[in-house]
């Protein structure tokens, strides 16, 4: 890799990991409702790249539910779980989505798991056992449990999106986005409230934050990720995205506060450990799909 495309990786990771700790700041600092937030955030998506909504692709169902998993299902539970979650436990506890894709690539598309990516799935699922535990037994937040249950849908998002051919990045991100709006626009109409109000207060920092996770990480740093994926082997690339969640922990630590003690590091270390495994021997089936199991 040229020492400009592995300069481009870090930027792409330092922008997913810090959009990670912007989304926490805008849900409780900022005080704005996170499934509003959610939504906003998709609208701008929706518009800023709407011209490759059409055509759509085939089976147009499956593109929808998908979409929907990926999308509106994936940030709800993600942003609600943020409220009393860490941006550093979030980014260990979302590194159960590798092993849960290539779990589901196993059940749904006839994958075989050999035993080293079966020793790499249990030392992430130990590894994140880890971060959550204490003395007196599991801390396994609500917070927590949200963003592992946001991690499966984007899993299963992930796995059912191999199954459509096609399907360019810009593409998806439009439909991720359209789709997303009208759910998210009945559920905080039902469940939150001084929605406007909350935004308003916020100000140009919100706006900022807005423009930030829209523009900058959905739109180019993903399609910036996709350019380095057609360029060099998945092999390469996979294992060095696992700055992510190293970068979010730091970021997390100076930036929010994040408590992270020996205990967490450990966890953090087993963790990666298992998820570099299963990036080392790639799941053939899902190649590119994994890509776009949201990045925060």
Known sequence: ??????????????????NTVL???????????????????????????????????????????????????????LFIGLKTASPSGAAIV????????TIMSMLMLGETIRWRRGIGISLTFAGAMTVVWDPHGAALSPGLMLIAAAAFLGSLGAVMMKQMDGVKPL?????VGASSILPLL????????????????????????LVFSALVVSVLGHTAYYGLIQKYEANLIAPLTLMTPLFTIGLGVVLTHDHFDLRMGIGTAIALAGVLIIALRPNRMLSVAELFRSRQ
């Not at 040229?2 to 330092?14: A, H, Q, V």
């Not at 109409?189 to 920092?205: I, K, R, T, W, Y």
């Open 171 to 175: 593409q998806f991100q439009a439909w």
């Open 23 to 77: 989304s926490k700041v805008v849900i409780t600092q900022m005080g704005v409702p996170p499934m509003s937030y959610a939504l906003v955030r998709f609208v701008l998506v929706a518009v800023l790249v709407a011209p490759w909504l059409l055509p759509m692709p085939r089976p147009r169902w499956r593109l929808l539910i998908v979409a929907l998993l990926m999308g509106c299902g994936n940030f709800v539970l």
């Open 186 to 209: 009945l559920l905080t109409a039902v469940f939150e409230q001084d929605q406007f109000a909350a935004m308003s207060a916020a100000g140009l920092p919100f706006i900022g934050a």
């Open 94 to 101: 979302s590194q159960l989505g590798v092993p849960m894709t």
């Open 1 to 18: 890799m040229s020492l400009r495309d592995f300069g481009l990786l870090i930027l792409i990771c330092t922008v997913w990991a810090m």
